[in-house]
Every structure is written in structure tokens, then in C-alpha cells.
């Protein structure tokens, strides 16, 4: 729950249909709202403008481009977010983002409410 009392609202940064429904579904059934899954940076920066955004998952390749311009704006506006990817953090071009929490796919429920619990409930992320 967020400081108002409502659920706390997360950002799905995701490229794979799928794989960005499965992650939907699973943060709604724990109670969380969810904003996307935005399948490219264009997308999940245009929700971030218009929304408020406690917490975030970002896949890191998103086709042609990363989620690294997503993740340097929540890190400017202190919004904890991890990275859920196929690959590592040495696909981060920015240095100071290879340090962030990154889990890699698949990942399943209980391991996926462990990392919302420990990085975005917990704000250790940011």
C-alpha cells in the first residue's frame, strides 16, 4: 500500500507480450495496480509523465533499443525499480545501472513477490 492507502502502482517494462500479461497478472493478483506492460522506452516514459509510479520491472532489451533511458529517469526521480532480463548486467552501457537489482527470467510468483517486496515495497532500489 502506498502512504494514501491505495495499492502501490508498478511500472512493467516488458517487449514480450506474454511474458509482460504473465507479469500483469501475477503483481494484480498481489494486489498491486500495474501501468502496461509498456513494450519500449517511448511507451514507458509517455506512462511515467502521465501517471504516478511507486516501483518499477524493467526488462533491459527491448528490440532495438534498452530500458536504460527509463531507468536513469526513475533513478532521477527516485522511483526503486529492478531489472527482470534474459541477459546480464554487462548489456548496461551506463556503469552506475550495472549495479541495480537485476533477476533473470523466468521467474517465477514467489521469487517475482520476494524482488517487489525487497526492491520497490522495500525501496531499496533506488
Do not use: W
Not at 16 to 38: H, N, R, T
Not at 78 to 97: I, K, M, R, W
Amino acid at each position: 500500500m502506498s502512504a494514501s492507502g491505495k495499492p502501490l502502482r508498478i511500472l512493467i517494462v516488458e517487449d514480450a507480450f506474454l511474458i509482460g500479461m504473465d507479469l500483469k497478472m501475477s503483481l494484480e493478483q498481489m494486489g498491486y495496480e500495474v501501468l502496461g506492460p509498456a513494450p519500449s522506452s517511448a511507451r514507458a516514459m509517455s506512462l511515467l509523465q502521465r501517471e504516478v509510479c511507486h516501483g518499477a520491472i524493467l526488462d533491459v532489451s527491448l528490440g532495438r533499443e534498452t530500458s536504460e533511458s527509463v531507468a536513469d529517469f526513475l533513478v532521477d526521480k527516485n522511483v526503486p525499480f529492478f531489472f527482470l532480463t534474459g541477459y546480464n548486467n554487462a548489456n548496461l552501457v551506463d556503469e552506475s545501472l550495472q549495479e541495480k537489482p537485476l533477476y533473470h527470467k523466468p521467474m517465477n510468483r514467489e521469487s517475482l513477490a520476494e524482488a517487489v517486496q525487497s526492491h520497490i515495497v522495500g525501496g531499496q532500489a533506488a
